[in-house]
């Protein structure tokens, strides 16, 4: 079945209201923090308040007196049994040489690295036992010089070993000679110095971890809020704890909200789970919101230097990128991958720029480990083309909108200079869309009316790309993975014709659990009420990469389709067995089996119970039972892409911006429920302008001490900082998965923050401002107004 033949199916594009929310509405929910085990006793982390310190010694005995602890665990407890934690992205250098990847010890050993490295865990009977403990714990720190800004990397005291100079890798992409060949002819060159400024992921339920051990069976199980359970496993059991796969079961409940956050394996989890053996019961730590602040993997913060090469017409010529990428003190689990793969592979944008050098160099510094979030890598390749796109557009005297028609891809499939290959797309459609749902026509009458008041309007463009779900599993392989990207599907048909659906796949809000139930729906015919779908139990799977990447329906959705065609297949065989028909000759539509050409015809509810009842069909050519897995490994990325436009205004004597309008249109390939992705744009659009006016996560460059570690300091936009949003969308299937789909999780978050800003700076052009960098803050605004020349 093709892309087109199954957006033709009924319940595909209906707004389905979501099968999962009545149990969320209604507080049923089951959440890691609301599982209670029997014998759980509770986990505190002590966590270090410098940012870089050697440990000198650890005295737990007057922690370990008090009533009702456990037991106090140090690194000094795990030498020898326990590993540290794994990178799953090898990066190769340009010299050849692989990354340098220091240990990352569980709990630290012989150092701290950043403020909130853990150091010892106290496990007690209550929680409270266990803080009023975890405070009793005297560690004996010898203070070290912090090095917090990535600028300042190479010049601060060593954090590993291993990196001495503070450097992980220096990797690179593309043709520098014929780079520096298109910059010598070149008609005019615009540059552009720019950050992309730290964040918090805040999802709105801390990470949560409860480990349990089976000393009858010796298995393990790990409760964890977390995006992709088996990969979860895969990690802790082969590389850290070094225990057999089948041994150990992790399942992720109801998780509220990951944003990238909860992909990765963090100590905690190989913690609790490594403890729950030591002391035979269930250990359960969760994490309060100073903790998340201070442990979660933050995300972005690079520091870009840009230069595009045009002709007199503003047609690009080459590209020149050199980023510095903060990693943090510690590899994450696919922190490597975020400024290389996932950054510079995207600076094509929708652009048929033909030469691009990119060139990556990544520094420990003393901060929490910063990955993959909400985009990974695409937001920042974004921001940093759409800004600089903008302004070459006001150097050259041209429209935001018309440099970028004149540089549009046009024609697909397209091989950019930078690996990727676009199947598909149609980028002018997106910009005329949205400059009519924005009435662009109209900004210079609103324009004229904001001055009249003593404001300042401006517009700003943003055309975005995004690839979606990483793939194939052999490229990525050689590119640096160390695991597989495909995903599994397993359709379990009942004797009633009712369907359970098993994902590898994981849903923490994206509403899987009523769109895939759509797509099986569709493809059978069936009441949507009559399929179920489980997730997140490495128990009840077969197995899985979990949800990250907006991979969900074009991986996770493409493996249940190619499951689906082999239950067509069986059912078709039982259908003409039935009927007294060649197999060939039976079609298969809305739900019925019907032989060609007659008016015989049977439901599938009745193909499904001739599959469990055997003397209906010959068992020496049919197994029993309607059951079938299959894996889907993409044979390349989505492509979903799209243009923002935003109109602000701005007080310039305060500072204020705000937001007047908003228009996003984006092709998503198929849509399977346009309600679903309407909230999903909603709410990347909403994080997007979080990043590009109030959220900034700051070090004390001096101490490493954490500034913004609480909701009291750490701005996080409000419903009225967010303006009501105008969406359209654009079609163009992917040409590569049987459901045309490509993701849209993200691409509010990646396609709005340098629409944010061009409209801010286009606004202050007049007043001298050239530059700034998000987040564009009154203070910061006011203070840029009073800086520029006049």
């Not at 905690?268 to 490594?274: C, M, R, S």
């Not at 969406?727 to 045309?740: K, M, Q």
């Amino acid at each position: 079945m093709g892309a087109s033949d199954f957006s033709s199916l009924p319940h595909i594009g209906e707004s389905l209201r979501r099968k999962e929310d009545l149990r969320y509405l209604t507080g049923a929910g089951q959440y890691t923090d609301d599982i209670q085990l029997p014998n759980q006793k509770a986990a505190v982390f002590v966590r270090s308040p410098h940012a870089h310190a050697r440990i000198a010694g650890i005295d737990t005995k007057a922690a370990e007196a008090m009533a009702g602890v456990r037991r106090v665990f140090t690194g000094k407890d795990m030498e020898g049994k326990v590993n540290g934690l794994p990178c799953g992205w090898l990066i190769t250098g340009t010299d050849g040489h692989p990354m340098k990847e220091p240990p990352h010890p569980v709990l630290a050993q012989g150092k701290v690295r950043y403020v909130g490295d853990q150091v010892a865990m106290v496990v007690a009977d209550t929680l409270q036992q266990a803080r009023d403990a975890a405070e009793a714990v005297q560690v004996d720190y010898e203070p070290l010089p912090a090095v917090v800004d990535v600028r300042d990397a190479s010049k601060g005291t060593a954090l590993h070993d291993a990196a001495p100079d503070n450097h992980c890798y220096k990797w690179a992409i593309g043709d520098k000679a014929q780079v520096d060949a298109a910059f010598a002819k070149a008609a005019h060159v615009t540059r552009l110095d720019i950050t992309n400024n730290r964040l918090v992921p805040n999802a709105i339920e801390p990470r949560s971890a409860i480990g349990a051990y089976n000393r009858a069976t010796d298995d393990y199980t790990l409760y964890v809020a977390n995006q992709n359970p088996h990969v979860e496993r895969l990690l802790m059991t082969a590389f850290v704890l070094g225990l057999p796969e089948h041994k150990v079961r992790v399942i992720a409940p109801d998780v509220g909200g990951g944003f990238g956050s909860k992909i990765f394996l963090y100590a905690e989890d190989v913690a609790v789970t490594w403890a729950a053996r030591q002391l035979n019961c269930a250990v359960k730590w969760t994490a309060d919101r100073s903790e998340s602040f201070l442990t979660d993997a933050h995300g972005r913060d690079h520091v870009t230097h840009a230069e595009m090469a045009m002709d007199k017409d503003g047609k690009f010529l080459a590209l020149r990128v050199h980023t510095d990428a903060n990693l943090g003190a510690y590899l994450s689990t696919f922190s490597t991958a975020v400024p290389t793969i996932l950054y510079a592979t995207l600076l094509a944008g929708q652009y048929t720029t033909p030469q691009i050098h990119v060139e990556v160099d990544a520094w420990f510094t003393n901060t929490s480990p910063v990955d993959a979030y909400r985009g990974a890598g695409r937001p920042e390749a974004t921001y940093m083309l759409e800004r600089l796109v903008s302004r070459c557009a006001w150097e050259m005297g041209l429209a935001q909108d018309e440099i970028r028609r004149r540089n549009f891809i046009t024609s697909f499939p397209y091989q950019t200079p930078v690996a990727l290959q676009y199947d598909t797309g149609d980028y002018p459609a997106c910009l005329d869309k949205a400059n009519e749902l924005a009435d662009a026509a109209g900004f210079a009458a609103r324009k004229a009316a904001s001055e009249a008041r003593g404001l300042r309007r401006g517009i700003g463009y943003s055309s975005y790309i995004e690839a979606c779900g990483i793939a194939p599993s052999n490229i990525a392989g050689a590119l640096g993975a160390r695991a597989g990207l495909f995903e599994c599907g397993e359709i379990r048909v009942h004797p009633t014709g009712s369907v359970t659906v098993f994902t590898g796949s994981h849903s923490h809000g994206q509403g899987h659990e009523t769109t895939f139930a759509q797509v099986v729906a569709a493809r059978l015919g069936i009441p949507v009420e009559n399929v179920d779908v489980v997730h997140g139990d490495t128990g009840r799977v077969p197995f899985g990469m979990g949800t990250y990447g907006s991979r969900s329906i074009s991986v996770g959705g493409a493996a249940i389709m190619k499951a689906l065609d082999k239950i067509e297949a069986k059912a078709r065989k039982i259908a003409a067995h039935l009927m007294e028909a060649s197999d060939a000759d039976i079609e298969f539509s809305n739900g019925e089996f019907k032989v060609k050409g007659t008016d015989k015809k049977i439901p599938f509810g009745q193909v499904a119970l001739t599959a469990y009842v055997p003397h209906n069909y010959p068992l020496d050519k049919l197994e029993p039972g309607l059951n079938e897995t299959a894996f889907y490994d993409p044979t390349n990325f989505t492509f979903p892409a799209g243009t923002h436009i935003c109109e602000v205004e701005v007080d310039p004597a305060t500072g204020v911006v705000r937001i007047d309008r908003f228009t996003a249109v984006d092709d998503f390939g198929t849509i399977i429920n346009p309600m679903i992705v309407e909230g999903q744009v909603h709410g990347g659009l909403a994080q997007g302008i979080g990043q590009a006016l109030m959220e900034n996560c700051v070090y004390d460059k001096e101490t490493g001490q954490l500034l913004t570690g609480s909701m009291m300091d750490y701005a996080m936009p409000r419903a009225m900082d967010i303006p009501s949003f105008t969406l359209g969308t654009v079609c163009t299937p992917c040409t590569h998965n049987p459901l045309g789909t490509k993701g849209c999780g993200e691409a509010g978050a990646i396609g709005s923050p340098p629409a944010v800003m061009n409209a801010v700076l286009d606004a202050l052009r007049d007043l001298g401002v050239k530059d700034l960098d998000m987040p564009a803050s009154s203070d910061r605004v006011w203070e840029a107004i009073h800086a520029a020349p006049h």
